[in-house]
C-alpha cells in the first residue's frame, strides 16, 4: 500500500498543481486592463532635405480607434541649420501642414533640424550624401513554379569616396508608394550597382493589390544615399522591431534624411517584356 500511495500521490499532484494555476490566473484574469486606448500617442517627425529643397512633416502615431487619423500638427517652431556654415532659418509653415521651403542642400555640408512644439525641442543631424545616378531601368518576365513573374532591374552608380554606399530604393506605382528596399555596394560590379526586385504576376486574376501592375502603369524608381544608421532604422521598420534613435531631446519616432534623390520611370509594358536570364 505505500507504494501504491505514493504513485497516487505523484499522479494526484501535478493535477492539483494545474488547478491552482488556472485558479490564481482565472481570478487575475478580471485585474488586466491595459487600456491601450488611452495611451498618448508620440510624436513623429519625418525631415528630408534634398536638392530641391526641405519639408519637414509632423504628427502623431494613429490611435487604435482612430487609425486613419493623419492629422499634421502644425503648431511648432521648426529650424534648419547648416552647421558646416553656421547659417540658420526657420522654416515657414505650408497649405498642407508641412513645415519646408526650397532652399537645396549642400553635399558634404552637416545639416540639423529643430523641432519645437508642445513645450518640448526635438533635435535631429545629417551629412547630406553626394547623388548616385540611375542608368537603367528594365523589366522582365522569370519563371517561377507558380507563373511568371515581372521582375524590375534598377541599374544605378556607386558613390566615389562613400566608404558607406548604402541606397534607399523606393518605388512608386503611378505616382503612390509601392515597394522599398535598402542595398549597400556588396551587390556591385565595376562601380555599378543592379538591384533586382520582383513585382507582378504575368496572371494578374491570382496577383494581390499590393503586387499587382497593369498594362501602362508608371513605375518610378527613387534612388536615396543613406547612412549606416538610416540602414539600422529602415531594417528595424521592415521587421517590426527596435531601431535607432534618431532625434535627441523628448522622445519621438521618426528621421531626419539629407540627401539628394536620383529619379527614373518605366511604364509597363508585359507583352514587350522577354525572359530574364
Excluded at 519645437?116 to 542608368?135: A, L, N, Q, R, V
Excluded at 535627441?248 to 507583352?271: D, N, Q, T, V
Aim: hydrophobic fraction near 40%; proline fraction near 5%.
Amino acid at each position: 500500500m505505500k507504494t501504491i500511495h505514493s504513485v497516487l500521490i505523484r499522479n494526484i499532484a501535478p493535477a492539483i498543481i494545474g488547478l491552482l494555476i488556472l485558479s490564481l490566473t482565472g481570478g487575475c484574469e478580471k485585474e488586466l486592463d491595459f487600456k491601450y486606448h488611452d495611451v498618448e500617442s508620440p510624436l513623429v517627425i519625418e525631415a528630408t532635405l534634398t536638392e530641391t529643397g526641405s519639408r519637414v512633416r509632423l504628427t502623431h502615431t494613429t490611435p487604435m480607434d482612430e487609425a486613419m487619423d493623419l492629422t499634421p500638427v502644425r503648431d511648432a517652431m521648426v529650424t534648419l541649420t547648416d552647421l558646416s556654415t553656421g547659417a540658420s532659418r526657420i522654416l515657414p509653415l505650408k497649405e498642407d501642414g508641412t513645415f519646408g521651403d526650397d532652399n537645396p542642400g549642400e553635399p558634404g555640408h552637416d545639416y540639423q533640424v529643430e523641432v519645437e512644439t508642445e513645450g518640448t525641442k526635438f533635435m535631429s543631424s545629417c551629412k547630406m550624401k553626394d547623388k548616385t545616378e540611375i542608368i537603367g531601368l528594365l523589366f522582365q518576365w522569370i519563371k517561377m513554379p507558380y507563373d511568371y513573374v515581372a521582375v524590375l532591374q534598377v541599374s544605378f552608380r556607386e558613390i566615389p569616396g562613400d566608404d558607406e554606399n548604402c541606397f534607399w530604393i523606393r518605388l512608386l506605382r503611378n505616382g503612390e508608394p509601392y515597394k522599398w528596399s535598402v542595398v549597400d555596394r556588396r551587390i556591385a560590379t565595376d562601380g555599378i550597382i543592379n538591384f533586382v526586385t520582383m513585382t507582378s504576376r504575368q496572371d494578374i486574376e491570382e496577383e494581390d493589390e499590393k503586387d499587382l501592375l497593369l498594362d501602362g502603369d508608371e513605375v518610378t524608381a527613387l534612388v536615396i544615399p543613406i547612412s549606416r544608421e538610416m540602414v539600422d532604422y529602415l531594417t528595424a521598420l521592415e521587421q517590426d522591431s527596435n531601431g535607432a534613435a534618431l532625434w535627441e531631446g523628448g522622445f519621438c519616432l521618426g528621421y531626419f534624411l539629407a540627401s539628394p534623390i536620383a529619379e527614373k520611370s518605366i511604364i509597363y509594358r508585359p507583352a514587350e517584356m522577354t525572359e530574364y536570364k
